[in-house]
């Protein structure tokens, strides 16, 4: 895992940046998305999920002192380093791959989701984790963490558009449907389905598969989570993403036409009874808004443009992509891959584009650029933005607990019994 990682401007990333954000005339998707997210419209705003339902009751962030939506960005950065220094071992700053880089420069910790919820248990002294990500990551963090940290979350309005298209009701009407349809098998000793999620969900649902037999998975572990579950159970319920599912379930050998589509709110998902009962793998109808924008042509053109080029793809981008890739792998993987590149290489990657543009900076003798040429980051992490982070560290100086995230005690013992599940499952 990566430590504090300063913003490390140079001139291979301004050269991907030029030749990457070739933008149609309409498109809101920019590396400028970077400004002020307080005044972005109602739901997820400009960006790669912009054209997805925003779910009723979706977090808001009120309203924050004026002052620190008019400091220059020299101001912030004082007043931040300022803040940490004061708060010393009191706080750790926690920063996702995908975070911006004006943010993730402040960072103690900079890793997936589950890396930095863990790291985070390594700051004993520390009495609150400001987590630089998304809302199921804090989530994440104040299930693992003591009863004494605070987890706090800069923007409450940093979500997931994927971890929102499965809810509580809906996966529970999901799972009473196919308990009620599974109900005459012949009892083998295993369970009839197994729910599996990503860690991209909310507590809830964590909640909901520890409850119920199931496990959480990341993407680096899913195969060996589908291994478990298919020990214990003869099907998989995989929510929310559709695409980590059958790309893992099919490099396993399992057939496309044994993993159906759950859409919520049709009965049985939209199935006839014998398809679900002939599955492996039921597939929630989710995904991810940055992952998806990824295509076979676009790797056709990078092979085109950089012959004996290396496609190194995430898994929650649609199965024609990854089968067309030369790899695919986990934020983590990708990282690994290319600092593990000891000869200078042409990279295509396939992930979020603030990861890929770091990654151009760490290793200048690599030529190192993402996949979509149209450069659409995650609208809903570009939602922390420096004013925030400065906000939540000094009111910490002050003594205040400001956008504290607290899962519910009737949810995190369920969660956690899920999350130690997918610990055991190491690949």
């Not at 071992?89 to 993730?104: P, S, T």
């Not at 980590?244 to 998902?269: C, D, F, H, S, V």
């Not at 695919?328 to 295509?348: C, H, L, R, V």
Request: hydrophobic share 40%; net charge negative.
């Amino acid at each position: 895992m990566s430590t504090q990682i300063t913003d490390n401007a140079n001139a291979s990333v301004a050269q991907n940046i030029a030749r990457l954000n070739l933008l149609a005339p309409d498109s809101t998707c920019s590396t400028d998305l970077a400004s002020n997210p307080w005044d972005t419209p109602a739901g997820y705003g400009p960006g790669a999920s912009q054209g997805d339902s925003v779910p009723a009751g979706y977090p808001v962030q009120g309203s924050i002192p004026e002052e620190y939506l008019k400091a220059s960005d020299a101001e912030l950065d004082a007043r931040i380093i300022a803040a940490k220094e004061t708060l010393g071992d009191k706080a750790v700053i926690l920063g996702h791959f995908y975070q911006r880089d004006e943010v993730v420069k402040y960072a103690d910790f900079v890793g997936d989701s589950f890396q930095l919820a863990n790291a985070a248990l390594t700051r004993d002294k520390a009495e609150a984790i400001v987590f630089c990500g998304v809302h199921f990551m804090a989530e994440t963090a104040d299930i693992l963490s003591r009863e004494d940290q605070a987890v706090i979350l800069p923007n409450l309005a940093a979500g997931c558009s994927m971890a929102d298209m499965a809810d509580g009701p809906s996966v529970q009407q999901c799972w009473e449907e196919l308990t009620a349809l599974y109900a005459d098998e012949a009892d083998d000793g295993r369970m009839p389905v197994i729910p599996v999620t990503y860690m991209n969900c909310s507590a809830e649902l964590k909640a909901f598969v520890g409850r119920n037999g199931g496990l959480v998975c990341t993407s680096s572990n899913a195969a060996t989570v589908l291994e478990w579950a298919f020990e214990r159970g003869r099907r998989v319920l995989f929510f929310p993403d559709q695409h980590l599912g059958r790309n893992t379930a099919k490099a396993m050998g399992i057939p496309l036409e044994q993993m159906p589509m759950w859409t919520p709110r049709k009965e049985l998902g939209g199935n006839e009874a014998a398809t679900l009962l002939d599955a492996k793998v039921i597939l929630w109808h989710g995904f991810c808004s940055v992952h998806k924008r990824f295509n076979p042509a676009q790797i056709a053109k990078a092979r085109q443009d950089f012959p004996g080029v290396r496609v190194i793809v995430h898994p929650e981008c649609p199965m024609e992509v990854v089968d067309a890739a030369d790899e695919a792998g986990s934020t983590d993987y990708i990282q690994k891959a290319i600092a593990a590149a000891t000869e200078p290489t042409d990279f295509a990657i396939g992930t979020e584009i603030n990861m890929v543009n770091r990654l151009a900076a760490q290793y200048p003798q690599h030529n190192i650029f993402c996949l979509d040429p149209v450069i659409c980051p995650c609208s809903t992490m570009y939602r922390i933005h420096p004013g925030y982070l400065a906000w939540v560290l000094e009111e910490l100086v002050a003594g205040r607990v400001v956008n504290q995230i607290s899962v519910p005690k009737e949810q995190q013992a369920d969660a956690k019994i899920a999350l130690e599940r997918m610990l055991a499952a190491k690949p």
